[in-house]
């Protein structure tokens, strides 16, 4: 059976329940690697694929819910929180601070198995629009500096006119860097450009007022 393209960390100090989780995945043909603490999992190198982190509460070095959010910041992958003891305030906070479930032991193979379907998941749209907004912004690096000035007034809704005087240029000349700024972005639309403005999170200082000519 070849292993799907994804990896399932489990992270908990109880050794028969890492052999039993192991064993679980690796039925399925799934890759899992399992470590005794949050800082074997910090020092373990991931590869570059969709993941899942499953999260015992109780670590030997590190609460963790503390954990979850100390690596709140970083690439990491969504978490599925196992504890032996848990409880609605710890649920909620684990759920609250972006933890995919909660599950309490002993728990059913349904439901760690679409807990860990739903992370990995998650992962992967993550991974897909972190790749997208990368390839925007090479092509927005593309951009000449006076391409990168006239962007923002495009997608703000001015008029060729009106973004041509706002830069101090003739308007056939603002139309140029316009056409420019559409093939570079691949834009094929003025609302598809405003769309991947948006997700660059260009900066809009002006807009469109009523009645402008």
């Known amino acids: 059976m070849i292993p799907e393209n994804f990896i399932v960390f489990i992270v908990d100090d109880d050794p028969r329940m890492r052999e039993a989780l ?7 043909g799934w890759r899992a690697v399992a470590l005794g603490s949050a800082g074997e999992y910090l020092s373990y190198p991931r590869p570059d694929l969709p993941a899942c982190l499953i999260l015992d509460v109780e670590l030997p070095d590190i609460n963790g819910l503390d954990f979850q959010k100390q690596i709140s910041h970083g690439s990491h992958p969504p978490i599925v929180f196992l504890t032996g003891h848990g409880d609605i305030s710890s649920s909620v906070r684990a759920i609250k601070d972006g933890a995919v479930d909660f599950l309490t032991k002993p728990f059913t193979e349904r439901d760690l198995v679409e807990a860990i379907q739903s ?5 992967r749209a993550v991974r897909q629009e972190r790749a997208e ?3 925007l912004r090479e092509r927005l690096a593309s951009l000449t500096p006076r391409e990168r000035e006239v962007l923002p007034l495009v997608v703000s809704g001015l008029l ?6 706002e830069l101090g240029i003739r308007e056939v000349t603002l139309q140029i860097h316009r056409s420019k700024i559409m093939q570079k972005m691949q834009a094929a639309s003025l609302a598809d450009l405003v769309r ?13 007022r009523a009645g402008s000519i």
């Open 119 to 123: 992370a990995v998941e998650r992962d």
């Open 133 to 135: 907004i990368e390839t």
């Open 160 to 165: 060729n006119k009106q973004a041509a005087a």
């Open 196 to 208: 991947i403005a948006e997700r660059l999170q260009i900066p809009i200082t002006h807009s469109r």
């Open 22 to 28: 192991s064993e679980l995945l690796e039925s399925l």
